[in-house]
């Protein structure tokens, strides 16, 4: 067993990783999904992020591959009981079909619980916000699901500060579930859109955050040092901005700390997530079955605070 964090007010306890289930179905199939999920449980872990818009960027998808994979791997191992299941609803699946209006959440969640195979959901996220439709017509939404149990609990990703206060005022004033999640944007790259404001709502109001791009799209790894690696991954291109000073910078700081501890780059920059103040869990996600054991290596690595200066110092802006 891993040790548990509650995830905010949610009355949720979850382990320090959560696996990050965008590869079900997109870099990975059915059955190597099966095998790094076992792997995963089999290690004490139990929380897994998904979506109903995974994988519809694939050619040949149209989204919902991977929560039908999820599903499936819970229904045939029995183990519903035993998972923390997020996802997410709002991006676009097709014409009419995203947002956050109470209409298309009615329709959604029963599509995202029959690919799941599971008569509830325990996180239910806002994927992104929606300009088009008030806090309270979604929170609505929400608070049906909550009392017909098809859902624990709420949260939003891709929020900034401003939208989440919103959204938390127009719960409060309505008597309605408020967003007891977050899910942003964080790694040791990529720290200003949650430290500042963002953290400190989530500090003063008790809100359970997951980070993902937790590895910086796989760029903290250290296996991409020049343009050239790119091609090692589907997700390269979105890497290239991070071959700079910095990056390189930070990567050394990585490799600093990682042999002092005969860790992975990966490794540490998890470790340090899971340091972090107004962070509960990190997500990430894995294709094979090394690259996960790395990853639930990372829940029991211990940086000292000469570690910490040293990953402070190599990510300075």
Not at 53 to 71: D, F, H, M, R
Not at 97 to 105: E, N, P, Q, T
Not at 174 to 192: A, C, S, T
């Amino acid at each position: 067993m891993q040790p548990k964090r509650f995830l905010g007010r949610t009355g949720i306890a979850i382990s320090p990783l959560v696996f990050g289930g965008n590869v079900f179905g997109w870099t990975i199939d059915k059955k190597t999904s099966f095998d790094l999920l076992d792997r995963f449980l089999a290690a004490g872990f139990e929380t897994v992020d998904t979506a109903d818009v995974y994988s519809a960027w694939k050619p040949g998808n149209q989204g919902g591959e991977s929560e039908t994979i999820l599903g499936e791997w819970m229904r045939e191992r029995g183990v519903r009981d035993r998972i923390v299941l997020i996802t997410k609803v709002g991006m676009e699946l097709g014409p009419g079909r995203k947002g956050l209006s109470a209409a298309w959440i009615e329709r959604a969640v029963e599509d995202s619980l029959r690919r799941l195979r599971t008569d509830y959901i325990d996180v239910y996220l806002s994927h992104k916000p929606d300009p088009d439709v008030p806090h309270a017509e979604t929170l609505e939404a929400y608070a049906k699901l909550i009392a017909a149990g098809k859902v624990r609990a709420v949260g939003a990703s891709n929020y900034s500060a401003a939208q989440v206060r919103e959204a938390l005022d127009a719960a409060a004033a309505r008597d309605l579930p408020r967003y007891d999640v977050l899910q942003p944007e964080y790694n040791l790259y990529d720290r200003q859109g949650y430290e500042g404001a963002l953290r400190d709502l989530a500090l003063a109001e008790g809100l359970g955050v997951i980070t993902y791009f937790s590895l910086a799209r796989g760029f903290l790894s250290g296996k991409y040092r020049s343009e050239a690696d790119l091609g090692q991954s589907v997700r390269g291109g979105g890497i290239k901005a991070y071959l700079n000073e910095r990056g390189f910078r930070i990567l050394g700081a990585l490799e600093q700390v990682a042999a002092r501890h005969g860790a992975k780059p990966a490794e540490v920059a998890l470790a340090w997530l899971m340091a972090r103040p107004g962070v509960t869990a990190p997500i990430a996600s894995a294709t094979t079955p090394a690259q996960l054991d790395s990853l639930i290596r990372a829940a029991s690595l211990a940086l000292a605070p000469e570690d910490l200066a040293v990953l402070k110092e190599g990510s300075r802006s």
